[in-house]
C-alpha cells in the first residue's frame, strides 16, 4: 500500500509542481494587489482636479459618447475622496460584421469632476509593464492565461480547478506518508530484540515535524518538504479546496454541496452563458435598474447606499452592490449586500448577503476570504502571503527530491556497466549515522552488482545480483539510543554457468545460511563493518566511513 501512494505521490506532484510553483508565488504577491496596484500606478488611480464629483451616469455618458465602440458594464456609483473612478468596458458589436470590435483596453480610469480619462489599460494582458504587472498576476494565478477558444473563456480556470483537485488529493496521501512505518513493515527480513522499551507511534512520527541540523543537502530537501508539509497541512487543504471552489463551483462543489446539504440556488445557475462574441444586449438602462434596486433596498431598510453596478453580458444580469466608498470587498473579505435583475425585464432575482442564508449558502460565501485571507483581516492576508511562498517551496523541493531519485537510478545503471577493477572489489560508504539511504550499486564487467538501498529510517539492505537473479542479501539494522549493531547475512548460492559473456542459469536449489554478528556502538563508530562475500572468486566490501 505504502509502494503505491509513493507513486501516486510522485506522479501527482509532478502534475500539479509547476502549476502549485507559480500559483504560489503570484498568491503571495496578489494578496497585496489592489495596494501595490495604486502603488505602482498613481497616474491612474489619483485624482489629479479638484471640484464636486460629476453623477456617475454623466461619467459614463461621457465616456460612451467619446467611445462610441465601447460599452461600460461596471462603475462605482461612489468616489473615494482623491481617487478616480475605474471603469470597466466591453466592445460592442460591429453592425456593420456582426462581430465585436476591437479594443486595446478594457478599463478606464476617469476624474470624477471633469470625467477626463486619466489612463487606459487592459486588463489581465500579458504583459510586465508597470500598468499590466498586477492584473497579469492576478489571472496568471487562477488561469495561467490559457487563451479563449471555442467561444469559451474559462479553459484555464477549470485547469486550475483540477489542479486543485489533485492538490487536495495529494494533502491526504502526502500526509500518509509521513506516518511511521509498522516495525513489523521495516524489519521484515530480520527477528530481532531490543533491550530498549520501543518508542510510541507518535514518538516515531516526532522526527518527521523536523529538520535535521548538520545534514547533507539532500537530507535537508527532504526534511523542509516534510516538515513544512506538515505543519502548514490544514492551510494547505484549505487553499486546495477553495481553489477548487472558485475554479469548479457551478461544476463540481455547488452540485455536490446541494445533493447533501440545503443550497439557495445560483442566480445565473438556470441560464446559459452566451458566446463571448455574441453578448446579450440589455433592454434597460442602468439608471432603470438603479431606481429598481433602491427602492428594494429602501424595503428592507438597507443602511448601505449604493456603492456599484455591473451587467454581465453573457448571462444578461444586472448586479447592484451596495457599500460605502473603499469598502467594495466587505467586512472580513465577505462579498457587499448584491441585488440581481433580469436586464430585459427588471425583475429581481435573487439577492446575496453575508452572513445570511443556510449553512451551505454561507459556506460557499467563506470561500474567497478564506482563501485570500483576508477573513482574519491583515494578519491573515500576511498568513496567506507566507503560505504562497510555503506552496512554491513545497513544489520545488519535490521536485528536487524526485531528481535526485531519477539521478540515482540513473547512476545506479551506471555503476552497474562499470568495472569494479583488477580485483573485482566494490565499496559502499555509508555516511549516515543510524539511517540509510540509497546510494547506488557496484559491478563488474560479469554483471555482478552490489546495491545498497533504503528499507525505513533505521535499516537498510545490501544486495548481491547478477542480472536480475539474487545471489545473496544483508540486512543492517541499528538503534541511535542502543549500543548494538545487529548484522544478519542471508546468503544464497545458485549453481550459475558463465560462457562467452552469457549468464546461463541452471534450476538448482537454494541454501541460505544466517548468522547474526553482534558489534559494540563503539567499535561501529571507531572501525568498519567488513561484510565479505566470495562468490564466483569476487569478493565484495561493505565499509562504513569514519565519522
Known sequence: MRGLLVIVHRWAGLFIAAFLFVAGLTGAVISWDHELDEWLNPDLF????????????????????????????????????GKTAGLFIQPRVNPATGRLFELNYNQAYLEPATGEVRGERYWGRISLDR????????????????????????????????????????????????????????????????????????GRWAPAWRIKRNASAY???????????LWTWLFLLILAFTSISMNLGDEVVRP?????????????????????????????????????????????????????????????????????AGEEHGSGGMEPKTLYFDGKTGAMLGDSIPWAGTAADIF?????????????????????????LVVAVLSLTGIVIWFKKRLARMKRVEYGNAAVGATGAGYVHVLTSGSYRFIGSLGDENGLRLGLSELGEKAALLSVTRGALPLGRIALLSWESSFLLVVVIIVGVRRMLYRGGRLGIRTGMLFRSVGTVLFSRNF?????????????????????AKE
Not at 500518509?176 to 530498549?196: C, D, E, M, N, Y
Not at 435598474?289 to 428594494?296: F, G, H, K, S, T
Not at 561501529?524 to 562504513?544: E, P, T
Request: proline share 8%.
Open 46 to 81: 489619483e485624482a489629479k482636479l479638484g471640484g464636486p464629483p460629476l453623477p456617475p451616469f454623466e461619467l459614463v455618458a461621457r465616456f460612451e459618447a467619446a467611445n462610441p465602440q465601447a460599452r461600460v458594464t461596471y462603475f462605482p456609483l461612489s468616489y473615494e475622496p
Open 131 to 202: 500598468r499590466d504587472i498586477l492584473p497579469f498576476l492576478y489571472k496568471l494565478h487562477y488561469s495561467m492565461h490559457v487563451p479563449d477558444f471555442f467561444g469559451f473563456d474559462g479553459w484555464g480556470i477549470w485547469l486550475m480547478g483540477i489542479v486543485g483537485i489533485v492538490w487536495m488529493f495529494d494533502c491526504f496521501v502526502g500526509l500518509w506518508l509521513t506516518f511511521p512505518q509498522s516495525k513489523r513493515g521495516a524489519t521484515s527480513l530480520i527477528a530481532v530484540s531490543s533491550p530498549h522499551r520501543e518508542k510510541s507511534w507518535l
Open 219 to 229: 537530507r535537508l530537501n527532504f526534511d523542509v518538504h516534510r516538515a513544512f508539509g
Open 256 to 324: 455536490a454541496l446541494s445533493k447533501v446539504f440545503s443550497l439557495t440556488p445560483d442566480v445565473g445557475e438556470s441560464r446559459t452563458p452566451a458566446p463571448i462574441d455574441k453578448p446579450i444586449s440589455p433592454q434597460l438602462s442602468f439608471a432603470s435598474v438603479l431606481n429598481i434596486a433602491a427602492a428594494e433596498a429602501a424595503k428592507r431598510a438597507w443602511q448601505e447606499p449604493l456603492g456599484s453596478t455591473f451587467y454581465n453580458q453573457q448571462t444578461g444580469i444586472y448586479s447592484v452592490s451596495f457599500f460605502e
Open 364 to 388: 460557499m460565501q467563506l470561500q474567497f476570504p478564506l482563501h485570500s485571507g483576508r477573513i482574519a483581516g491583515l494578519p491573515g492576508r500576511i498568513l496567506l502571503s507566507l503560505m504562497g
Open 524 to 544: 561501529w563508530q571507531a572501525g568498519m563493518l567488513d561484510a565479505s562475500y566470495y562468490v564466483r572468486h569476487v569478493r565484495l566490501r561493505v565499509m562504513r
